[in-house]
């Protein structure tokens, strides 16, 4: 018993290793934003994040990001040319537990519990990928195209 406690103590500790999702860039760690110029006005952007937040809360960062990135650039309004995800929103730490009785005849009966922990250190992991064109004046009326200063407004 003392060494499933043990046991279920790292892998808590550990679980946490990795620090939070924020708006940052990347610099080498696994959580945070990159981009990257593909033409002059062309940019991918890729946003990194744990189990902390969901693929939506990831989604509103890679906006803030395009956003950001389009009034850095002198844009207006961006428009998503393509995004994509991967990844999952599972737990990095699972724990099951069971119990059992047997019957027989006689004496041959018996009773068992057990305990399982499961760790996964890629669990939660997710990744949120948009490729944008960065554009200036009039924001054409498609689902597509945002722009920068009211996706800051709204998401932040």
Known sequence: ???LIIIGLYA???ACASGPTVYAPA???????SERQIESDRFRI???GGSDVSFEELENLA???????????GGDWFEIVSRSSEGDDERRV???GSVGQTFGSRRYSGRSAGLGIRFDPGAGDKTIYLEILIRSGRRPDIPEAYDAW???HAIG
């Open 94 to 96: 699972r724990v099951g």
């Open 27 to 33: 610099n080498g760690s696994d959580r945070g934003y």
């Open 63 to 73: 906006l803030r990001r395009a956003a950001n990135l389009t009034l850095e650039r």
């Open 1 to 3: 018993m003392r060494k």
């Open 12 to 14: 808590s500790v550990t």
């Open 150 to 152: 009211d996706v800051l």
């Open 46 to 48: 890729r946003f990194d």
